[in-house]
């Protein structure tokens, strides 16, 4: 699984802490001259001029400094995370580290609270951010945010299919006109639409088109700041979306899917993403030749208001 969240390039003078992060470990250097702690990491101690220094692994516990919330995200691909709680933390040895805090509620943030380090593998190559916790939460200090663990988590955290389903029969007029709806069910399971599979979809569709291809160019000239899914592949990726409904429709010989009376794609789904999907049953009509049914399908970015796909399915039961 890929992401396109920029992540952070390890310098000959850095990659030591970040190395510390993928094992779990906080290691910062401390002044051997004159015991100053350094942050960030830099060849002489800002405080003696003296360049011996030694890295050390602390503890990482220390106090939030100040934070701000971001309502918009920062870039396309941190959608999924809203709002971001980022932070500025001081660390016990009297550092401080920006950062992000993670399993707080916005209502439970304080300045000046105690907190601990959180070890968050973003990249399926270890690659692991320093994240911030309240001391007192009872947290794993190691926590897997790749796209494909997160998916996987909400994979178990899923509603179990609807034990109960309402039985309607499709020739019933009534019943089935009592589907229609303006509520929408809940979500269905997540997946990821990461790099890999977009360029599979553009090998397959001929439309490599570099908007969704070329994560460097489309960084920087793309208007959503980074590639984004082709529409028509989130749209067909409703087939990997299993959304839990509280009725099923019974007694046809045949079912035909007639396509769409609507299909928009009103907002990107940048590479990285995770994506959702609900339905509302929108229609029902009695046709000579059976019960022709439209169905809202609504996909989103997972964290996301707005639609990245909206599908009014059209499907005839005969
Ligand atoms: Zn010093």
């Given at each position: ?66 934070y701000t919330l971001t309502r918009i995200p920062t870039?396309?691909?941190f959608?999924d995370e809203m709002p971001q709680k980022m932070a ?12 992000t805090l993670v ?216």
């Amino acid at each position: 699984m890929s992401t396109n969240k920029p992540l952070p390039t390890p310098t000959e003078i850095s990659a030591p802490f970040w190395n510390g992060l993928k094992e779990g470990r906080l290691t910062i250097p401390q002044c051997t001259s004159c015991g100053h702690w350094i942050f960030f990491p830099r060849r002489h101690c800002d405080k003696c001029w003296s360049q011996d220094l030694t890295w050390k692994t602390v503890k990482g516990t220390g106090t939030l400094y100040t934070y701000t919330l971001t309502r918009i995200p920062t870039l396309p691909d941190f959608a999924d995370e809203m709002p971001q709680k980022m932070a500025v933390v001081e660390l016990d040895e009297g550092v401080r580290i920006n950062t992000t805090l993670v399993g707080v509620d916005e209502a439970e943030i304080q300045v000046g609270m105690r907190v601990k380090p959180v070890f968050d593998t973003v990249k399926s190559d270890g690659t692991a951010l320093l994240r911030f916790t309240a001391a007192d939460k009872d947290m794993a200090e190691r926590i897997d945010s790749t796209p494909a663990a997160l998916a996987a988590a909400a994979e178990a955290a899923a509603a179990a299919p609807v034990a109960d389903k309402r039985q309607v029969r499709f020739d019933d007029e009534a019943a089935m006109k009592s589907l229609v709806s303006e509520t929408y069910s809940a979500w269905s399971n997540q997946i990821v639409v990461d790099q890999a599979l977009i360029d599979e979809f553009a090998k397959l569709s001929g439309d490599d088109y570099w908007i969704h291809t070329d994560p460097e160019r489309a960084r920087k000239q793309s208007p959503f700041g980074g590639t984004i899914a082709h529409g028509a592949l989130v749209q067909v990726l409703q087939s990997r979306l299993r959304i839990p409904l509280d009725y099923e429709v019974v007694g046809f010989n045949n079912m035909v899917n007639y396509g769409s009376d609507r299909l928009r794609f009103p907002a990107p789904v940048p590479a990285g993403s995770r994506i959702h999907a609900r339905t509302r049953v929108k229609a029902v009509e009695k046709l000579p030749k059976g019960m022709q049914l439209t169905m809202e399908i609504v996909t989103h970015v997972v964290g996301s208001e707005r639609p990245s796909v909206i599908n009014d399915l059209v499907i005839l039961y005969m």
